[in-house]
């Protein structure tokens, strides 16, 4: 696992695809058929996916123990590397290389999101109606709601559709505060309860919690952490180290990483034996459904709000577009176009 975190870049899907070649192909732990009912076990579940995937599958493998150290290896090499960005940015973002990296690098994590939103409404678009709970949930996201009340309601409105048959209705300049460190610890462990879809919905929640109602971070410094945790492997999740470090240096970076993912830990030992069932249940799988749109018109809606921070000239327009065609057109790793993109950045920083 300790390899996987530090080599699987790229999101979640890349991790998975990865955990599977190791542990399915490369390893023989379990078959394709066994990988798959693990693979849909966690993903009912809040919290990071693939990281999650990661866990259960060393829980399998070595039982109680392996749950542990299996999960840590797969996380402490992303942990690492975003902890010394963040630290990289709070010295130097200000200079023409470091602000000039971030300029060349925020354009095209638009993209990639954008490209991750189409794939994702292509699968959960099971109805076509769903789109009107991810427009509701898009709509919402911008009235400062707390993001889970779309989701919940999403989940709620498609269950009942499918067991009633009851046709859904219609639906100042920043001063940065500096918490204490249970705070942060409760705000973290909060976003790692409840946060559900992907890695990227996680983008959603920080707006909505660090800058708009916290103030803890602004929105520049969000978009910067996700800029760093697209050139780094392993969980997206550990964003939440690199914003722990802007908000109260290395001591509020270990407590919002470990605040984040220990949920994850918790969750996998003690709900995955359930969370098949729910799948099959009459009303609680098509909630999953509604849950996921509406997670899904919220990650469009931030993605709105950070390409208006981050495209906003022609060199960065240019970065998007780029960046989204070849995306499309080769599908190329994330790190490659995230890499070219620091490099033109860097370039336009110093002349």
């Not at 919940?152 to 409105?157: K, R």
């Not at 946060?195 to 103030?215: E, I, M, P, Q, W």
Request: net charge positive.
């Amino acid at each position: 696992m300790a390899k996987l975190g530090a080599v699987a870049f790229g999101g979640p899907a890349v991790h998975v695809s990865m955990l599977r070649d190791e542990t399915v192909r490369r390893r023989g732990w379990l078959d394709d058929r066994e990988f798959l009912d693990l693979f849909g076990a966690v993903s009912m579940l809040p919290g990071p996916s693939s990281t999650q995937l990661a866990i259960v599958l060393s829980r399998r493998r070595a039982g109680w123990a392996g749950l542990l150290l299996g999960g840590v290896c797969f996380i402490a090499p992303a942990m690492g590397v975003v902890l010394v960005l963040a630290w990289l940015y709070s010295r130097y973002h200000t200079t023409p290389a470091g602000g000039g990296l971030l300029y060349g690098v925020e354009p095209v994590v638009v993209a990639i999101v954008v490209v991750a939103l189409v794939q994702l409404f292509g699968t959960a678009m099971k109805r076509r109606w769903f789109v009107l709970i991810g427009a509701g949930a898009f709509a919402l996201s911008f009235t400062g709601l707390n993001p889970i009340v779309p989701l919940l309601g999403g989940g709620l409105v498609v269950a009942i559709v499918d067991n009633v048959r009851v046709p859904p209705v219609a639906a100042a300049p920043l001063v940065l505060a500096r918490p204490g460190g249970l705070s942060v610890l409760a705000e973290f462990a909060k976003l790692g309860v409840i946060v559900f879809g992907s890695g990227y919905v996680l983008l959603a929640f920080l707006r909505a919690d660090l800058v708009t109602h916290l103030h803890w971070l602004t929105q520049r410094q969000v978009l910067d952490a996700v800029a760093a945790g697209q050139v780094t492997p392993g969980p997206v999740f550990t964003t939440a180290t690199f914003c722990g470090y802007l908000i109260g240096g290395v001591p509020m970076a270990l407590v919002a990483t470990a605040a984040i993912f220990v949920p994850s830990f918790a969750m996998v030992a003690v709900l995955s034996p359930f969370v098949a069932r729910i799948r099959r249940s009459a009303w609680l799988g098509p909630a999953l459904d509604g849950i996921t749109v509406a997670a899904l018109g919220l990650m469009a809606a931030v993605t709105v709000s950070l390409g208006r921070s981050a495209v906003h000239d022609p060199l960065t327009w240019v970065l998007f577009l780029v960046a989204l065609a070849m995306a499309v057109r080769w599908k190329p790793n994330a790190v490659v176009l995230v890499a070219a993109a620091a490099v033109v950045g860097i370039a336009h920083g110093l002349l």
